[in-house]
């Protein structure tokens, strides 16, 4: 695994160097000096205060903000937009806008945020109040006073500027220039934004060598996040992430591989597709913050790593495009979608369609500080008939016999093709799938292994996963070993061991996905949680396995047969 913050120590550097030479226009409101106290206390700052004589309003940096009144403070560089939060409340600000949201509801202003030469400059007066700081300004002495308590005492003369040092940068935070982010245009309407920390809480991260242990955190249906009873709320939604990352790290866990893109939708903002309505109850609807960028920084956070889990190719979990937002591709490009019974697909044999999902997919390459792009195992769906004869004739460019095989060369073009394009933007973020555990049975393959599963990813979903490991197109591959030890179709160590031989010497990683959910149900093998730990034990015996996924959190968290404490046993939690 590789584990990254360029994003933030670019972020963090950016904001401690010396700022620029500002415009004419700022040039003439800052030239008086203006110096903040709190409680008495000189407040130090790197960018001097200024005043909007127009609007007397007193602009402060950002970082004053979060050092100072102790508040919690992201800021979205693709959005232009600051969220300030404290204890109940919540801020969010955009530049140029002068609608700000305190807690959801519509607040007007005559300033809300300004960027003066790369430095973030939010109006002091308004925030200091809502986050219940009095302020007085004491215009003969250019003054600033801040007090938390409600009687403002009479206010003591400041000291000198020069008398309080500015902060100084760090000398080791270096940018990885590979990391800089590209930002995407958000369209002003959109009161969201991506949100990243000022300055930054970077734990820890795995030590080199610790093997992976990771959870899958499913959106689609609001099965593992968010709660139904979160819509629209984001302080719930926010609470609800943090209490699902606490409970698996204190499992073992140290990364989450969370669905962002569950059905053709976002939960981040997207110039290419509308907000999902997982988040609001609606597609299409925005929420009042960036669940995205919230989601990395809480997991950065903890020292664990974020993988961003991305469904390819499903359009819709149904065939009614009655209640699809305007800008969602079944909308916009129903040539480009097929009707596989009860679901829409994104057809793979358009390559317009899947340069249009890859394009999803770099667009938060891009703009987030991301660990890893994960793909499931939706590419084509298994065992059912798609009407996609003319597609076939159409762009069968390379004259291949049948349309099975051209199915998986339009997958194989798909993901050697995102992995140039991830690579060549961030060579150091992940890129891996997670394909159905049985590539193709001893029986039709001799390459394959010794099992009988009824489905394979071959000759099921059109997913030559071995090809891709082969050839180097993905950073590891996370086969769905959803057996257990004693089913005899397709036993875990049998299967297991074929992936093992798979990646030797091929410089791709293995992880297990677990079926967690099984723990406890009629199915052979799982009514004991010692078969979870059987199959670690097992694991242990390939030095080609670097870790282990589960699916899901929220099956984990439920805590079939005990699992809890015996995955803390054996991670030694």
């Known amino acids: 695994m590789r584990f990254k913050r360029g994003l933030l120590l670019l972020l963090f550097v950016m904001l401690m160097i010396p700022a620029g030479v500002a415009p004419a226009s700022v040039q003439a409101a800052v030239a008086p000096t203006i110096q903040i106290v709190l409680d008495g206390e000189v407040v130090s700052s790197d960018v001097p205060p200024y005043l909007r004589e127009d609007l007397n309003v007193t602009m402060v940096p950002l970082r004053v903000i979060s050092e100072s009144l102790g508040a919690e403070v992201r800021w979205s560089q693709a959005a232009k937009q600051a969220t300030i939060s404290q204890d109940d409340t919540i801020i969010t600000m955009i530049s140029g806008q002068n609608s700000v949201f305190v807690n959801g ?33 004491d215009n003969e002495a250019k003054v600033v006073n801040l007090y938390k308590d409600t009687v403002s005492p009479v206010p003591s003369t400041p000291a000198s500027p020069a008398a309080t040092p500015a902060p100084t940068p760090s000398t080791t935070a270096k940018p990885n220039p590979t990391a800089t982010p590209v930002p995407t245009s958000i369209p002003t309407s959109t009161p969201v934004a991506t949100t990243e920390p000022l300055p930054p809480v970077v734990l820890p991260t795995p030590a080199a060598g610790t093997e992976l242990r990771g959870v899958w955190v499913s959106t689609i249906y609001n099965l593992d996040f968010p709660s139904t009873a979160s819509y629209g709320k984001q302080a719930v939604q926010e609470k609800e992430f943090k209490a699902l990352l606490d409970d698996v790290q204190a499992m073992g866990m140290n990364a989450v591989f969370v669905q962002v893109r569950p059905s053709a939708d976002a939960l981040y903002p997207s110039t290419l597709v509308p907000w999902s309505k997982v988040l609001t109850g609606k597609q299409g609807v925005a929420p009042t913050y960036d669940p995205l960028q919230f989601m990395i920084d809480e997991t950065h956070r903890r020292g664990m790593t974020f993988h961003a889990w991305f469904n390819p190719f499903r359009a819709n979990t149904d065939t009614d495009t009655s209640k699809l937002a ?45 660990d890893g792009v994960h793909l499931d195992d939706y590419f084509y769906p298994s065992n059912i008939a798609l009407s996609d004869d003319a597609t076939f004739k159409t762009y069968n460019s390379k004259k291949l016999a049948t349309k099975a095989e051209w199915r998986r060369s339009n997958i194989d073009e798909f993901v050697q093709q995102l992995d140039e394009s991830i690579h060549s933007v961030r060579p150091t973020v992940d890129f891996g799938i997670s394909p159905f555990g049985v590539w193709r049975n001893k029986s039709q393959d001799a390459n394959g292994s010794d099992t009988n599963a009824g489905v394979t990813a071959y000759d099921s979903m059109s997913a030559d996963v071995r090809k891709w490991v082969k050839q180097g197109w993905i950073d ?14 397709a036993r875990y160590d049998k299967v297991v061991d074929w992936w093992a031989a798979q990646v030797a010497n091929t410089g791709v990683d293995l992880y297990i996905g677990h079926a967690a959910y099984k723990l406890g149900t009629k199915e052979t093998g799982w009514q004991t949680s010692e078969e979870i730990i059987k199959q670690l034990k097992y694991n242990a015996r390939h030095p080609e396995v670097k870790g282990d996924i589960y699916f899901s959190a929220k099956d984990l968290r439920k805590n079939p047969l005990g699992i809890i404490d015996a995955l803390k046993s054996y991670y030694g939690k």
């Open 105 to 137: 509801s519509v607040i007007t202003l005559d300033a809300t945020v300004q960027t003066v030469s790369g430095r973030v400059m939010v109006p002091l007066r308004f925030v200091s109040n809502q986050l219940g700081v009095a302020v007085k300004w």
């Open 476 to 489: 590891y591959v996370a086969p769905q070993v959803y057996w257990s030890m004693s089913l005899s179709a």
């Open 326 to 370: 305007s800008n969602h591709v079944a909308v916009e490009h129903p040539d480009w979608v097929l009707n596989s019974g009860s679901q829409l697909l994104i057809n793979p044999g358009v390559p317009a369609a899947r340069q249009h999902v890859i394009d999803v997919i770099m667009e938060v390459v891009n703009n987030y500080d991301i």
